[in-house]
């Protein structure tokens, strides 16, 4: 069942937010049905954190006991503090891998838009037009991106130690976090930043 927690909660919230946007949008007159809707299913998934977590299995399953050895013939292990967060409850290490992945995730982000090379990646999230904004374009990232922000968010907390549930969690909340900043719905904390979002990423991408 853990297997599948992820497709499943994915699956889970991408159809809630269809529901919402559809008795509750922000633009009442944006069509959900819409050209390249296709291209945008594909990015979401591809582009979900199925990337992060298929990484953190392997790197558990098949490069963290080689660098266990490594550290361990060079006296390496104590100074390292590999494992250092797996003897801690799991509401701690929830709450601590939400603030330090949150905290990389926007020094990552910040790069993309100030390096002109990274930017060159990130544009293809920026190329969303006026009646496009919606919950699925959250997702829409080329795929060199997605594997940058994966591995820097998710090999960290499998080196030391976060437990599985953790991981699940931070991907489960992140993809909430990441349809609810997009979506097409009247909320509080979304509703003028989605308007001036679209006028952004138009802006952006036009020059």
Request: proline share 4%.
């Amino acid at each position: 069942m853990a297997a599948y927690l992820y497709p499943i909660s994915l699956a889970a919230l991408s159809g809630l937010m269809v529901v919402l946007e559809r008795f509750f949008p922000w633009r009442p007159d944006q069509k959900q049905l819409r050209p390249k809707l296709w291209s945008d299913v594909i990015h979401l998934v591809f582009n979900g954190h199925f990337l992060g977590i298929l990484l953190a299995g392997l790197a558990g399953t098949w490069i963290l006991p080689h660098v266990d050895r490594w550290l361990g013939t060079q006296g390496l292990t104590d100074a390292v503090y590999r494992n250092a967060a797996a003897d801690w409850p799991l509401w701690a290490q929830i709450i601590v891998a939400l603030v330090v992945v949150d905290f990389i995730q926007w020094c990552v982000h910040n790069l993309l838009h100030r390096i002109p090379l990274f930017w060159e990646f990130h544009k293809a999230h920026h190329s969303v037009k006026d009646e496009e904004m919606d919950w699925i374009v959250s997702f829409r990232f080329s795929w060199l991106e997605v594997i940058v922000y994966r591995s820097v968010l998710y090999l960290p907390l499998v080196f030391f130690g976060f437990a599985w549930e953790a991981l699940m969690f931070h991907a489960i909340f992140g993809t909430l976090i990441g349809h609810l900043n997009h979506a097409n719905l009247c909320l509080l904390y979304t509703s003028d930043a989605a308007d001036e979002g679209v006028e952004v990423f138009v802006t952006v991408v036009g020059g």
